[in-house]
């Protein structure tokens, strides 16, 4: 494949950063195929012309059914709401297209599954938007657990917390309807930190026990402010989980932790060191080595730097920064050059999607039943 | 009472911590009674005579029951190893003397039931040493918790991780073994952080699932380093847990967390903010005041100082810094002032030491039986 | 001026980070002129053609005077080593384009004041390329400080420290060679934070009083590692500054400072509070007001977000992050929207850079003199 | 010397600090001669009689001169306020006395002269107040530095910035009258910066040039706050230092540094690493060291433990915390066995204060006259 071709679906929140990353990623990185920004679809014509225009697309339209179909479309880039993700994959694939779907890759692990089945039967490549594994420093974290630095790894505890619902007077919206989101917190934000876990530790999470709350049970109605609606679904969640190789795990998930902007976050511990890191400061990883002098051990600040993956591609100098929407340009990357490469595999694929989907379903299930609830 | 006539009963690790507080308390706060260090007893006549010396105890003498039996002695310090608190704890409060017992209470739920059965019974006083409640900081959190600064608290997250059996050449010590320690992490690390958990959130832990590992599963026998020992309690736990008011919970703990010297932390989210906590900055405390205006929202770092409990006696000016022995001398404070006052009551008494003791039982029952226990 | 069309020179190291930029600005921020990359100039025509391909530029030459002279070029954007600016911004601004340069401006006051007056004569717009001021979490300081915020300024603290040269065993490069650079650590780095200060103070610096030191006076010969070279230039430098209302400052710039990747930082106290940051946190600023609740006071831990200056345009979301490159993309907003409106002023032009060349030139003198010199 | 018995004169804010030290000293320290508190002076006989109560002191006083003559006293401990050093100090080396005094030593370096000379003529023993190198964390710092660990310093930042004058509301008081106080915060703060600075490097200042203001000229009268009195000496200053052997130095100083309740920071650059620490944050070393792998490198949080000096006589544990009480300590302990030793010396000594009296007047004038002033 010489060119990759893109049809984008939805110009919302996220489909804006995969526009942004788009535009910067054939600057920053060598791509091993040229990447083609060939069509847009929106809600309404108007608004896919206007966008196609911004993002630099050659074609747009008011009908997603035409980018799945069109011919000269090689990977359909799926941006929607979550509710739509299952249907507009499905059709693409059923047009031989590769697909490219942001998180959750659906609403629940049913729907996942029959994605992932459809694909792989179809036998096109699959992507799915866990951005936050593709910053360097979560890469550098990954290469310093895989050389063995930190020994095996025993423990994980991890976050994703955020407090966009934390004012109790915020009007109900889809995050917190059923048939819009599926899960709550679980599925927006647990999703991300799960999906690292696994990468991370370089294991399936196999065992779960969870627990939630929808601390906040009703909202008000957006349409009429002085009714109150009930939310659906969770606010908060944790779970003790268990990995393939028997390593504990603890999750913690919330939509409504005040002053938690970008709480990704995760505390790695080794047998011979550990790792601490926070989504807030995305360009600095702490590193605690055991074997270090006893009167001069201690937690050490790396500065991510053009020595770890994939920096040096943006700036030549350490601690020079990179941004949020610098992750998706190295998942565009990873996209574009997975593509042109006939044998290489996407990463995480929608068969890692699915699982993490069943995840979440099981810490669901397990909180509901009040039981340890095992994976596959 | 005009005097509080200390009998103290070991001068190890913790004891020595005790006689330091002893030292300074009548200096620091104007206390309620006069303290005098009467009579303290160690495994020798010749130890315990050179550590009266050095501690500036009246008395001396190898034999504990010297020192419950005392006219003399008011109440009884217990510094000794845990398998022993029970015993010269019941013979101190046969002898109608106060206990002041270090932590954990007992090496089960069902010893530490017996004790504070015992105490209500003989109508003395009781304390346990859960000092790091009486860190000025951690006292400025349960302030702006009861204050409702944060609104209703709705997550606990809670550790004590420190790594002190990180390196698996460490021989095995009496924490590893069942009979003289009882549990592992959890009833040496998780007492405090559990007990602060019930300070902070001002309810008592209500139910509670728990899994835990031993990581390192034999250790060098200390007496032959070429053979091995089974190590025999838990390394590292995790538990989530219910608050009577349905709080959710989570604690984490170990004993081989690589890089931990004092991890003993808290996060507490709230429906209007979050304090953030990590006693190996015992002199700060982050507040997020979620009404704030949004473009000036953020974690203040506040710095303990004489406007927060008990911090002036220490010192005047803001920012000055505490240490660990001041929270001992805060907790002697506690104890002098409380027996002086007739009408007073010690916290955390063999009550709560008894509370925490089920809490951890529950907590271990509920990892090997993989299911919610309730506590009470 | 409805398209801004383009004419790079130099694509090293920043010039790069100009083509990054160039590629998602228009995606990120709604410009207001077409931006066209039309015309990029290196030293031979093989690596430009290269270049332009990777960048995305039209067309490409061997030879820089090509560029200035283009009838289709509206702005040279000049990002060669430093010793070249003067000729290649005199030739621009001689054939009527706008000019981009990267700072220092020149190599020298003098050579400033030319390049300045030049353009000044000319009627064309200027631009240089001092980026850390565009980063939004900067303006978000520049934005407490003018709304007065923290009252009235009384002081200034700033570095721009590095460490790319703390190795004695690093050969010698351009930086070293007063005919390449000029001055050392003090052009190559501390023209950014002094011009920052004169940014964010809102005063221009009236008079300066510097200290320097060669600390590394010989290192390798590039051309033979066994032959030492003099360093011609300085290490590190202090300078006590006064600004023109009299506030005080302090400036403190190195090129050996181990352990500084990014060093530029600020605190900037005034009679109502304190703001301090630094580049290494690039999306977080620390913010105390003197006037809350005394048991409250603190820094504050702001992350940048869609409230504060230009964030929301890279993400609608806080504490997402930014990066390096960012910057630049709102310099070249800047650049863009500034060409297109015939009354805009660009900044910082090279009046401004001309100012920090003097203030440089002026620290350099009064370190060598031993005394304070005015400035203007 | 089989006992030191003290006799101390003044018990406000450092006085108390003093006592609270002196209760613990014994029980920390194995100290090599009995301490004894033998008399206090207070300002009536009334107050003395109350605070030897409250300090366990034997004797009391409300004149001063029974003290510095007193048979059973064998070191008089100067805790007034700063403009009766000179004379009490004098009146006890005349009395032959040992003297323990609090810094500054004197109101300028003319007097502080005198009674370094005095002392030395006398032959007896002085120590002045620096407190804060006793912390078992700069001592590490120290340890650092002497080892070469982080290779020659070539450049210290040190602050002690505060602001506890920071509101132009608060009244004027003694610190802001020259007769009282001498040099504003030169003379109140900087002095702990300054020597601080001359420990670490192990070098005595040789030049300095500072500049200084007095930011809020006038205030409040405190007896009647309707009238405003003028502020006599400078609420903030910078002076850029060298060190006997070349090594560059700045010191900064504020008394109005909003949001600084501890500011006592220093930042060591060697040509191997650094070193960075701040008061606030007491237990915690930062250090870099330049030849770690270079995608390993950063700066360590090293929290003190007791494999750092004197550290383990507080807590056998790292981490645990250490408290401004404990520093000084720490100084009694010097004190203590330093008296106890005839041959052994104390540090820091009134020479060592004469000398920071000195530098402190040198930079005063210096900023005065607009040059560099060299010392000695």
Known sequence: MKKVRVGLIGTGYIGRCH???YAQASTVFPLEAELQLEYLAEITPELAAQKAKEFGFNRSTGNWQ?????PNVDVVDICTPNFLHKEIALAAIANGKHVYSEKPLALNAEDA?????????AGVKTLVG???IKNPTTQLAKEIIERGEIGEVVHFYGTHNEDYLANPNTPLDWHCVKEKAGLGTLGDLAAHIIQMSQYLVGQDIKSVIGDMETVIKQRPNPNDLSQMCDVENEDQATAMVRFANGCMGTIETSRIACGRKMGLSYVITGTKGTISYTQERMAELKLYIHSDDPARQGFKTILTGPLHPDYKHFCVSAGHGIGFNDQKTVEIRDLVNGLANPTAKLYPDFEEGFKISRILD???LSAQEKRWVDIG
């Open 19 to 21: 526009a942004i990353a």
């Open 66 to 70: 035409d980018v799945v179909s069109d």
């Open 113 to 121: 599954k029959i994605m992932y089945e459809a694909a792989k039967k």
């Open 130 to 132: 866990f951005n936050y």
């Open 362 to 364: 099981a810490i669901a």
